[in-house]
């Protein structure tokens, strides 16, 4: 059974970092693209990071180009997002999920179970 466990959430200051983490289960992560969305109250979900799996290359949504990085951990079966500098405008949910290509976030698989919150908030 494929499932993503998403992690590392929080309560943050604007300006602040958190890191959030993908774990992956019943299938190994460096198959495939994975990308980490959000979805903000009463906002459609939207692609916000995204690691290639053919060479690593990684892709940003314009409102967080600069501040956030996404890395792979294969030997974890891991992916990350670390943030910083955070805005009260990333508060969101936070989920991640795999697909082919990073320039095709309609074809991700994911959970989309719960996510991590992430609240940016003074």
């Known amino acids: 059974q494929l499932q993503f466990v998403e992690s590392g959430g929080g309560l943050v200051q604007p300006g602040g970092s958190l890191r959030l983490s993908c774990a992956a289960s019943g299938f190994t992560l460096d198959a495939y693209a994975i990308g980490w969305f959000r979805q903000a109250p009463g906002k459609e979900r939207e692609g916000v990071s995204c690691i290639s799996s053919s060479d690593g290359s990684a892709y940003y949504a314009d409102s967080v180009k600069g501040r956030f990085t996404i890395s792979r951990d294969n030997a974890k079966n891991t992916v990350y997002l670390r943030m910083n500098s955070l805005k009260p405008e990333d508060t969101a949910v936070y989920y991640c999920?795999?697909?082919?290509?990073?320039?095709?976030?309609?074809?991700?698989?994911?959970?989309w179970g719960q996510g991590t919150q992430v609240t940016v908030s003074s």
């Open positions: 999920a795999a697909g082919l290509l990073c320039s095709d976030y309609g074809s991700f698989f994911g959970s």
